[in-house]
């Protein structure tokens, strides 16, 4: 079982960016991949996009293409993502799970980050 | 990206009555190679994570109960609760995991009438 910790929330302002940490229990963190997936108030569930743990490789969803970065941190067994250019509307919780390929099935507890001037 | 929308986007139903939650996607999530439908379900609780249900359409995920079930293939699916427990009042969102990028239902409320 994969047990994934959060940073903290977060309060930004437009224009700037915001990092948010997932960090796996295991270290068995090289043999899957992290997906990130985004809930704005009272909203769905938006994926992101997804980062290797093998290799680094990602696949972002065409929405944060060129604006949001992941990457990891295999020493640490410590997934990133970082968001640039912040708009009130990213005002979101944040999570991170455990991609197996496709299926998320251990989940973060979730960072909000808040976008607000 | 494949679409998926889902049906209703609320319902409430009596304690022990069946509900039955349908997601529709865009474009076929069935893999002909190896017959898999590459569609999940996922159960939020309110100031929770997801938590995963169902994959392959109709695969339940370890622990979940056997009152939760899924069926269908192609582009149209379903998940039914056959006997709702007070437990179960949550949102559920279907998702594909067809090709590389990956989408999820607006979710559909499940409440106690």
């Known amino acids: 079982q994969v047990h994934l910790v959060q940073s903290g929330a977060e309060v930004k302002k437009p224009g700037a960016s915001v990092k948010v940490s997932c960090k796996a229990s295991d270290n068995t963190f090289k043999n899957y991949g992290i997906t990130w997936v985004r809930q704005a108030p009272g909203e769905g569930l938006e994926w992101m996009g997804w980062i290797s743990g093998y290799n680094g490789k990602t696949n972002y969803a065409q929405k944060f293409q060129g604006r949001a970065t992941m990457t990891t941190d295999t020493s640490t067994s410590t997934a990133y993502m970082e968001l640039r250019s912040l708009r009130s509307d990213d005002t979101a919780v944040y999570y991170c799970a455990h991609n197996s390929p496709g299926l998320f099935d251990y989940w973060g507890q979730g960072t909000l980050v808040t976008v607000s001037s | 990206d494949i679409v998926m929308t889902q049906s209703p986007d609320s319902l409430a139903v009596s304690l022990g009555e069946r509900a039955t939650i349908n997601c529709k996607s865009s474009?076929?999530?069935?893999?002909?190679?190896?017959?898999?439908?590459?569609l999940a379900w996922y159960q939020q609780k309110p100031g929770q994570p997801p938590k995963l249900l169902i994959y392959w359409s109709s695969t339940r995920e370890s622990g979940v109960p056997d009152r939760f079930s899924g069926s269908g293939s192609g582009t149209d699916f379903s998940l039914t609760i056959s006997s709702l427990q007070a437990e179960d009042v949550a949102v559920y969102y279907c998702?594909?995991?067809?090709?590389?990028?990956?989408?999820f239902g607006q979710g559909t409320k499940v409440e106690i009438k």
């Open positions: 998702q594909q995991y067809y090709g590389t990028s990956w989408t």
């Open positions: 474009q076929s999530v069935l893999y002909s190679s190896n017959n898999k439908n590459y």
